[in-house]
């Protein structure tokens, strides 16, 4: 089976910076598609950040000019630069690896990270 594994969350101030990275290790060969999202305390899981296959990036509003998304397809890795951060930015941090042409039933295949949390103090 495919595995995710995230690293690089941590404990910073207001202002400071995080690397999250994302590795991605298994049998299946794919450009996958790959996300970032992210699990406040008692909030749901919402989307941050995304960089497909093809090289299109998304970000949502809140982190729009603060993060960065790469990707290293060599290593099968992705990251997550985050600049600037603040104390709602404090959540655990999912990588989720999408395999857009390998498909279980109707759903290209998914697999999700354990999370790591990023947490800003002011």
């Known amino acids: 089976p495919m595995k995710v594994v995230e690293s690089g969350g941590g404990s910073v101030q207001t202002g400071g910076s995080l690397r999250l990275s994302c590795a991605i290790s298994?049998?299946?060969?794919?450009?996958?598609?790959l996300s970032w999202y992210r699990q406040g305390p008692e909030k749901e899981r919402n989307f941050v950040s995304g960089l497909d296959a093809d090289g299109t990036t998304t970000y949502s509003d809140s982190v729009k000019g603060r993060f960065t998304i790469s990707r290293d397809n060599a290593k099968n890795t992705a990251a997550l630069e985050m600049n600037s951060l603040k104390p709602e930015d404090t959540a655990i941090y999912y990588c989720k690896a999408v395999c857009p042409n390998f498909l279980i039933g109707p759903e290209p295949y998914a697999v999700w990270g354990q999370g790591t949390q990023v947490t800003v103090s002011s």
């Open positions: 298994g049998a299946l060969y794919c450009t996958w598609n």
